[in-house]
């Protein structure tokens, strides 16, 4: 197939780029105005009759619409016809709204404009809010931080003037107290930001909103994750994507799944990155939100030069630098070029290098000149001096009635606040020796683990079996399992490092230790590994090295002492609510003729591998949140004599 050779300039594809958004945005509200649905046409009409004036109960009307230019566009028209001025300022904010979450920042900031004229005009404090917000979103998506600051503060300083708000205002305030934390966050200021938006979270647990939360959790982990607190970081992006399941926010999800996937590039999880980047960048382009698909291109990119594959990353990182040039996105510019002034130095080609550095630098420096960082630091001052001097002002006038009583009751709260103070530092204590108990007795069964695997006796029995090999000048054999041997070695130890591996990596050990154990058998054992129900191995994790145990077990317990064919089976199939189930089954001589046998030898064997896999998997089960079980079933035929025995061990695949 020729490939197809685009000829246009940059400049040429964005004017198309953004005549075609507009042209889907506004035409098809051309050609069908005449076509609204009947319902609607009621349900608005009925709306503006009873001209409700807050912002919940025109939304409890409209909510279902508002992502349809056309409808807004009609109730729009309908409310100023009417003169309807509520109405016209909740379709203005929401025709805002779709512009703004498509990267159009000019045509959503003149919607936003006209929403706070109209709500102004209204004598509405609840719109002028919510208008004024939204114009302080736009400013910081923009890199405007002067005005972005401005305009929440004024949103926040109006909301705070009514007594007794109303559903919509308290959310307001919600919004003011996170754009203000955004803005602390862009400004490098953490500590501020944390602080703003996990107020701004009381209040959404209050109101139970769910989307503010997903929101909040988000930037917390973003605050997080820029103060190199990575597991933190995880745990609130992952939170906030819970929230965005639940509400179904399909723009929250992709933004919590390439936040996680950039703390994945931090961790050096190379490969889970770039799946969870691929995955969620046709979400994003269906999506339509072009700062979203210009920061997973270059995201893309990033981890594509740590994986070593500088092809991909440059494809990526030029897509991703060509969204931000045609929607002036400048952040992520100056990202985009960054990486690609790092990516030419790894190719060694250091002219092309400094010439894309000098992009970086010229974007930082514009952005950096943007924030005007004295005049904003003034204002952050200014701010957080004004909600001090409101906060003192509402607890001097809430304590002046119990001033007598606390003068009396001064000692008695002193009292109390030591007894506090020692108690939460007694919990304290508590609580960091258990987590220290924890962490010990995980260390413990890790290394009990590891010498199960690596006992003495079956390292010698081996290398004694091999040396039989060489005596015998069975030079082939004595090369096949040493090499067979020293693999194992190798995969034991690196398993016993972590804490998860792949099945098919766990299935491989094993097939190498019994391998290397059924030549002190005489080669008698028929070991087989069943993979059913088209079960790929390489995508289920498990603990490190958990089927071993069990197999030893069958070994010297079940088959050890067994006359005739000795055989064990090894199955993997898919079990019940999403379960996988590892069988194994051996045709031994039964857990209780095994436990005679034992007690008869002078020397006992004593088996504690399996004791130490259960506790590993409680362990497990507590860690990760999964639940790891394990069945141990004995066989018997219709005479009730034992016929072997059946471990099943349920691993959960999410």
């Known amino acids: 197939m020729t490939p197809f050779t685009y000829t246009c300039s940059l400049k040429d594809v964005k004017c198309a780029l953004i005549l075609g958004i507009l042209t889907c945005l506004v035409f098809p509200y051309l050609l069908t105005a005449q076509d609204i649905p009947v319902s609607f046409k009621k349900n608005v009409d009925s709306l503006i009759t009873v001209a409700p004036k807050t912002y919940k109960e025109i939304d409890n009307v409209l909510r279902p619409y508002r992502r349809d230019s056309m409808l807004l566009h009609y109730v729009n028209d309908l409310s100023k016809s009417k003169n309807y001025l509520h109405g016209q300022a909740y379709a203005n904010n929401q025709l805002g709204r779709i512009y703004r979450d498509i990267s159009l920042y000019p045509q959503a900031l003149d919607y936003f404009q006209d929403a706070l004229k109209i709500s102004i005009e209204a004598e509405s404090i609840e719109f002028r809010v919510y208008s004024l917000n939204m114009i302080s979103v736009v400013h910081r998506r923009t890199d405007a931080v002067k005005s972005a600051l401005d305009y929440s503060q004024e949103a926040l300083e109006l909301a705070e003037t009514v007594a007794e708000p109303s559903i919509g205002l308290k959310r307001s305030i919600n919004v003011s107290l996170n754009s203000i934390g955004n803005i602390y966050q862009m400004l490098e200021q953490y500590d501020l930001a944390i602080e703003k938006f996990e107020r701004s979270m009381i209040l959404e647990q209050e109101l139970d909103n769910k989307l503010g939360l997903a929101i909040n959790h988000q930037n917390l982990g973003e605050c997080y994750e820029a103060q190199a607190k990575l597991e933190p970081a995880l745990q609130h992006f992952r939170k906030s994507l819970v929230y965005n399941e639940i509400i179904d926010s399909e ?331 590892i069988i194994i089954i051996d045709n031994g001589v039964g857990r209780d003729a095994a436990e005679k046998i034992k007690n008869s030898k002078v020397l006992k064997r004593k088996s504690v591998g399996i004791d130490i896999t259960k506790e590993r998997l409680a362990n497990f089960s507590r860690d990760y949140e999964n639940y790891f079980h394990v069945e141990i079933i004995d066989k018997y035929n219709e005479n009730n004599i034992p016929t072997g025995t059946q471990i099943v061990i349920y691993i959960p695949t999410i």
């Not at 770039?274 to 210009?294: F, H, S, T």
């Not at 990353?313 to 060509?322: D, F, I, P, R």
């Not at 070994?555 to 199955?571: P, Q, R, T, V």
Request: net charge positive.
């Open 251 to 581: 723009k929250g999800k992709i933004i919590c799944n390439y936040s996680i996937a950039h703390v994945y590039v931090h961790l050096s999880r190379i490969h889970e990155a770039i799946d969870l980047l691929e995955k969620n960048l046709q979400r994003a382009i269906r999506l339509g939100d072009k700062q979203i698909v210009a920061t997973i291109y270059i995201n893309l990119g990033w981890a594509f030069i740590r994986k070593g594959d500088y092809d991909v990353a440059q494809v990526n990182l030029e897509k991703g630098l060509g969204f931000a040039k045609t929607y002036h996105l400048d952040s992520e510019i100056a990202e985009a070029n960054k990486f690609l002034s790092e990516l030419w130095i790894k190719r060694d080609n250091y002219e092309k290098g400094m010439e894309y550095f000098k992009e970086f630098k010229k974007y930082e420096d514009r952005i950096a000149n943007s924030l005007n960082l004295r005049y904003v630091n003034d204002m952050i001052l200014r701010y957080e001096s004004q909600i001090r001097e409101n906060q003192f002002e509402r607890l001097a006038e809430e304590n002046e009635n119990v001033r007598l009583k606390l003068r009396k009751n001064r000692t008695m709260l002193i009292i109390i606040g030591i007894f506090l103070i020692l108690l939460i530092g007694i919990l304290y204590i508590l609580y960091r020796q258990s987590q220290l108990n924890a962490e010990k007795k995980l260390l413990t069964l890790e290394q009990s683990m590891l010498r199960s695997q690596m006992n003495p006796h079956f390292l010698f029995n081996s290398l004694n079996s091999i040396k039989l090999y060489i005596i015998n000048n069975e030079k082939k054999n004595a090369v096949h399992y040493l090499n067979k041997f020293s693999k194992l070695v190798r995969k034991i130890l690196e398993a016993s490092s972590q804490r998860e591996i792949t099945l098919a990596e766990e299935l491989e050990t094993v097939e190498l230790y019994m391998n290397i154990e059924n030549i002190r058998f005489s080669n008698e054992i028929n070991f087989n590994v069943h993979i059913k129900d088209n079960i790929d191995t390489h995508n289920i994790k498990i603990p490190s090295l958990i089927l071993q145990p069990f197999l030893e077990n069958a070994l010297w317990h079940g088959l050890s002492s067994k006359d005739g064919a000795k055989n064990i089976d090894l199955e993997v199939k898919k079990g019940k609510n999403g379960f996988i189930e």
